[in-house]
C-alpha cells in the first residue's frame, strides 16, 4: 500500500500563487509515476499534471507555462512531489489530488481545496 499526503491549498487571489506538496510513503519502491490531478463542482476529475520517475512530465493545456511539477525526490523513506501554481485564474479553482502509479495500482490523496478568488 502508499499512503499520500497533501498539502499547501489555500485561498489566494487570482495572479497569486500556491505550492502543493504530497508526500508517498508505504510500498513507494515500484512507484513509476506521480501527478496532480484536479476536480471542479459539477465536472470530472482532470489530470493537471504528472511526472514519471524518469523525469518526464506532462502538463494539461490550461496549466501549460504557469504550472511546473517538481522531480520526484526520495528523502527519508517517502517521495514527494510538489506543484508550483503560478498566475493563478479563477478556473484553477478546484480540489487538487496527488497520485502515485505503481505498474498495476493507482493510489491517491485525500485532496486539497484550491479556491481563486477574482
Known amino acids: 500500500q502508499v499512503q499520500l499526503v497533501e498539502s499547501g491549498g489555500g485561498l489566494v487571489q487570482a495572479g497569486g500563487s500556491l505550492r502543493l506538496s504530497c508526500a508517498a510513503s508505504g510500498r513507494i519502491f515500484s512507484i513509476n509515476v506521480m501527478g496532480w490531478y484536479r476536480q471542479a463542482p459539477g465536472k470530472q476529475r482532470e489530470l493537471v499534471a504528472a511526472?514519471?520517475?524518469?523525469?518526464?512530465?506532462?502538463?494539461?493545456d490550461s496549466v501549460m507555462g504557469r504550472f511546473t511539477i517538481s522531480s520526484i525526490s526520495r528523502v527519508n523513506a517517502k517521495n514527494t512531489v510538489n506543484l508550483q501554481m503560478n498566475s493563478l485564474k479563477p478556473e484553477d479553482t478546484a480540489v487538487y489530488y496527488c497520485n502515485a502509479a505503481q505498474p498495476d495500482s493507482g493510489y491517491w490523496g485525500q485532496g486539497t481545496q484550491v479556491t481563486v478568488s477574482s
Open positions: 511526472i514519471t520517475s524518469g523525469g518526464s512530465t506532462h502538463y494539461a
